[in-house]
């Protein structure tokens, strides 16, 4: 890496050793995180700042970019009026810009929207777009449109977990935060409206590409940016303990979901082999913590597996471990994309789980998926 190339856009932590995927991970290209093809996207606010200064420009600058670059989603420097050409000429050199291909779109007939993009290196990689009407608060207020992005953070996933058809690619290459943000402008402009709210939920662990996701982020969330509320902005990890800690003391207010998946520690490290090594008490320990500090309430993610972790016993053990903690439990039917002989809780156990949790005083829905029928819902993305 260069001196100019910011931190955001790092290497996995060394602690986050890929776990062995179903099936080997093929390198999709011939690139990797240091290719100069990713241009002005390897870089988050504080890269383009520093690129800008380094090439002696005023502070402003960013700013300006930041605008054209996500505020706008332009394609080409020239498109930059406002900043003077000969600059305009020096970033074209020193960043290329690239904006991703987009291959395909596949509707679902819930409304969701599946993309397949390709990057600036060749790299393929999902995203979904998931529109909804949000109810008037006020009787005399129309009903506004809610766009909410479901973004990749990796190209595929080293945590392999059992249930997940982006465990199953492996891990091709960490994403820059540009190549993030780049999903939301992607879907943005097919839906024709800004998006309102996304999610790193795509192919992907966000927390073991911690620095570039956070960077991203902060895009999205930046007023010359997509000018996304913090809270609008969730991460979905696994439960990288190390990561988690840190994200603790970020200083913003991004809203956070934990895929749990099993109070049951065998079932868990059978379910999430990846995740062995951080024990279950101390992800609890750990999410106590957080919600004490950012007195937000995370969300835990079961995923309803048939026999495994839907019966009485898993779903008592996952009540007892939420028990005094501020959460809401998300259950999720299971989609099909990983390991075959795992099917989906029945509806009666998805139901009769959120009615038991729900008598023990723990906020529980069950989560409608959408885009199942293009492939496109949780845990289906596969492009790499
Ligand atoms: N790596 C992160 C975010 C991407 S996965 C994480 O694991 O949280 C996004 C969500 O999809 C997670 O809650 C994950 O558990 C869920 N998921 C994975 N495979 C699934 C499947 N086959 N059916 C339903 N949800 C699934
Ligand atoms: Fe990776 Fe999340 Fe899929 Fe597990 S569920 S393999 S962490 S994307």
Redesign the pocket.
Known sequence: MTSIVPTEFGAAPADVAPAAPATPATPATSADVDDPRIGIKRYGLDGLRELLASLGEPAYRAKQLLRWLYGRGVATYDEMTDLPARLRERLHTAAPLAVPELLQVHHSQDGARKYLLRLADGARIEAVGLPSASSPTHSSDRPSTRLTVCFSTQVG?????A?????RLGLTRQLAPGEMADQLLVVADDFGCRVTNAVAMG???PLANYDATLAALRLMNAPDGLGIGARHLTI???GLLPQLRRLTLEPEQFTLAV?LHSAVQATRDML?P?LARYPLDELREALITYAQTSGRRPTLEVVLIDGINDTPEEINALAEYCRGMLVHINLIPLNAGGASDLRPASPQRLREAAHVLSNRGIEATVRRSRGADILGAC?QLAAG
């Open positions: 996933c080293a945590m392999g977990c249930f997940c058809a982006t465990g192919e992907g662990e979905s990890t696994c895929s999430m990846a845990g």
